[in-house]
C-alpha cells in the first residue's frame, strides 16, 4: 500500500546551517507529495508540494524536488533560522474523489542561535 | 477563501465524561473532511473522514465516533472517553483532486484526567 518514509529525528542545527530532511515513498501511479509544518501547538501547514515527477516547491526558502526514479522527496533549505523550528511532516496524496494523505512519522527540528 | 474553525482549543475533561469537538469549514462546498490524532510525540492517526453529510468512514476501531450533519460540519463524539483518548485532536478539509492536499484547522488538546 502506499506509505511515506521520513528520516528519523530530532535534527538540531545551528542557525544559518543548511538543511536536508529525507523523504521516500511507495505508491502506484502518480501521487502528489507534500511537505507540513507544524509549530509548537499549532496545527499543520502546508510548506510546499508538487504534483508531478521533476516538480520542484518551494516556500519560505525551503525547496523539495519530486524524483520518481528514486520515489523521493527531500526537503532542503540553505540557511535555516532559529523560527524554524518545528516537525516537518512529509506526505503523499492519491486518490480522485477521496483524497487519502499518507503521513511520514514526522521530524523534529530545533535551529539554536 | 476557504477557512477551518475547530474548537475548542484545549479541553481537560474527566474519565467517562462525554465529548463533543466541532469544526466547520467556510467558503467552499461538498469538501472531504478528515479528523486525525496526534499523541504525544507521535504522527499522525487518521481516525475518520468523510466525502459527504451522513457519510462516514472510521480508519480504527475505537471509543470515538463522528458525524456529519451538514455540508461543512463535522463532530468529533465520545460517550465516556479514557484516558488513552488524550491527544492534539485535528481537523481537516480537501477539495477533490489529487492536487489539493489538505487544510488543517487549528487543533483541540485534549487531556482526559
Not at chain 1, 503523499?92 to 494523505?101: I, V
Not at chain 2, 490524532?37 to 475505537?62: D, K, M, N
Request: aromatic share 12%; proline share 4%.
Amino acid at each position: 500500500g502506499d506509505s511515506v518514509t521520513q528520516m528519523e529525528g530530532p535534527v538540531t542545527l545551528s542557525e544559518e546551517a543548511f538543511l536536508t530532511i529525507n523523504c521516500t515513498y511507495t505508491a502506484t501511479g502518480y501521487p502528489s507529495l507534500f511537505w507540513y509544518v507544524q509549530y509548537p501547538g499549532e496545527g499543520l501547514q502546508l510548506l510546499l508540494k508538487a504534483t508531478k515527477a521533476d516538480d520542484k516547491g518551494s516556500n519560505k526558502g525551503f525547496e523539495a524536488t519530486y524524483r520518481k526514479e528514486t520515489t523521493s522527496f527531500h526537503l532542503e533549505k540553505g540557511s535555516v533560522q532559529v523560527s524554524d523550528s518545528a516537525v516537518y511532516f512529509c506526505a503523499l496524496f492519491r486518490g480522485s474523489t477521496l483524497g487519502r494523505l499518507y503521513f511520514g512519522r514526522g521530524t523534529q527540528l530545533t535551529v539554536w542561535p | 477563501s476557504q477557512t477551518i474553525h475547530q474548537w475548542p482549543a484545549t479541553l481537560v475533561q474527566p474519565v467517562g465524561s462525554p465529548l463533543s469537538l466541532e469544526c466547520t469549514v467556510e467558503g467552499t462546498s461538498n469538501p472531504n473532511l478528515y479528523w486525525y490524532r496526534q499523541a504525544a510525540g507521535r504522527g499522525l492517526q487518521l481516525l475518520f473522514y468523510s466525502v459527504g453529510i451522513g457519510q462516514i468512514s472510521s480508519e480504527v476501531p475505537q471509543n470515538l465516533s463522528a458525524s456529519r450533519p451538514q455540508d461543512r460540519q463535522f463532530i468529533l463524539s465520545s460517550k465516556k472517553l479514557l484516558l488513552s483518548d488524550s491527544g492534539f485532536y485535528l481537523c481537516a478539509w480537501s477539495g477533490q483532486g489529487k492536487g489539493y492536499g489538505y487544510t488543517f484547522g487549528s487543533g483541540t488538546r485534549l487531556t482526559v484526567v
